[in-house]
């Protein structure tokens, strides 16, 4: 598809030009983890014309500065792709994911940008050793300067035009600039969070462009219970184990079993074990069938419970309970199974058992919403992964059009795993579209012999003013 004009472009369009270096640049949308990234490597391949880098916000990677709650989980400790979400093919997740090796991702971090890494043992997890999210950040945006990346903040892709029958790409601006590119990295993400810069715009300028996009739902996202039920119990905290019942967990799922930290919050459920499963809930509730989620508050399976009160012939049920359960959960569970907690366990009855082993051991959590991408850590579903050459990451549609992050029809688990897909993709794509020799290489005639976009090579943010 060739001419096609995408995204709303209003006022005086003035062809804003090319690099110091001459030549069309490499155009990056979005400065979040998988943009900064590419420019990075793209910037290091030493393009003619140069990389810009184009971001809505007001200093870029807004996300990676709240990530980790302000900690930024920069990576795992491990990595298995198995557990990651996508409804392309899983094999071709797993090609791109692993493009760049986990121990090489965490070398670049720590030598490249100056950012040791720790491991936390108890959730193995890597957080940088100042525990601040803002040096991953900064050093993510020095080192795209240093690379030679021209950035434009505070200024917002709303079009993009393939080459037609020029050779150069239109990337149109709010405020009615365009830009010729040789190539453009779109790394714009999903639909998470939209504070952060990320309102799905991209998607939709991918889909104009002809890209398949699969259905976009939050994931990562607390439940809701309408009503709040459980309002009472807010702030308690365990580790539990949350199931989807009924789920098998085919390649491409993610895990319908999870252990970990699981929270009461005023009008549902949060957490890992939550976040990490509360897609299956979001999707079900989408194509309007239900999903049962069940609890097992300890983790052990009813035949443990089941022997444990069964053996205990002295005391009472309460206290057996809150040798390892938080005292208002055991007395929820109680109350709602019919069982004072003064009831001697020598006394319990079979049916009073057979109810209280059930909901301690899967308990079905009566979730009825979801809090959405305002609470969503990422966005499912997405560009379709075969419309992107594994290899590279460029559209199979739009030669010189390359994705990464994000906006890929990909997620993984809480633990650092979905910036690991955002550094490995975000690599990709720089390294591709930075070697990527252009459609007529060399100056396009005619026009793109404007005023220079954005003159802050190594220094401070890109200026709308410096444009045409
Ligand atoms: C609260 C929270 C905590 C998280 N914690 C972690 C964690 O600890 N570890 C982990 O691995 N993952 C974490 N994540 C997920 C992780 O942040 C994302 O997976 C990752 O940031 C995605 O990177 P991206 O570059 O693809 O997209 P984004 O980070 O969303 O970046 C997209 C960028 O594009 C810009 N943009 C969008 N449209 C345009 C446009 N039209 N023109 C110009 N610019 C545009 C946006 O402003 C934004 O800067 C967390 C997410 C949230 C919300």
Redesign the pocket.
Known sequence: MTGAVT?KVTGKVAEAATGARGGRPVVV?????????AAIFAGRARPAGGVVL????RD?????L????G??????SELDPRHYVTSSSPHTLRNLLLSWPLDEQRAFFEEDLGVPLALEPESG?L?PVSNR?RDVRDALVRVAREAGVRILFE????GLEPPGSTASWRVH??GGETMAARAVIL????L??PA???????LR?VEALGHRVHPVYPA?TPLLTEPAVHAGLAGVSLEATVAARGVRGRAGEGRPRVSGGFLFTHRGYSGPSVLNVSHFAVKARAEGHPQVLEVAWTGEDATTWDERLQEATSGNVGPLLRRTLPHRLVDRILEEVGVPPDRALARLRREERARLVAALTAYPLPWTGDEGYR????TGGGVELGEVDPRTLESRIHPGLYL?????DA??P?????????WA??RRAGQAAGSDPGLGSGSEPGSDSGSDVGSDAGSGSGSADAMG
Do not use: H, Q
């Open positions: 995204g949308v979005g400065a979040g983890a998988a943009g900064l990234m184009v971001e809505r916000s870029g990677g807004r996300k990676i709240i990530s980790g709650g900690r930024c989980n920069v990576l795992p997890k957080f999210a200024r917002s892709v709303e601006l709010d790394a714009t993400g999903g998470s969070v952060t810069g990320s309102d799905g715009t991209g300028l990562l609470k969503a850590e990422v990464c992050g994000e906006i890929l997620f993984g809480i633990g650092g795993y979905n910036f690991a897909w955002a993709t975000g």
